[in-house]
């Protein structure tokens, strides 16, 4: 999800310069390395919450740009 971020963040994405994707993509970017992060360091409530973050991301872009 982390390389999908990066992907669509890219100048040549037709949407990349729009705020709100923009943004939401940052924090899928975000929850992201929270999870790698709290996964090698065995902190599984921040890798449940970032989880949970993706999720918003997910909803929240696609209910606006779908």
Not at 8 to 26: Q, T
């Amino acid at each position: 999800l982390m390389v999908l971020s990066q992907i669509i963040l890219d100048d040549s994405y037709s949407l990349a310069s729009e705020g709100d994707f923009r943004d939401l993509a940052i924090a899928l970017r975000e929850a992201g390395s929270t999870i790698a992060k709290g996964t090698a360091a065995k902190e599984y409530d921040k890798v449940r919450s970032a989880v949970g973050n993706i999720n918003k991301a997910c909803d929240d872009c696609h209910g606006k740009y779908r």
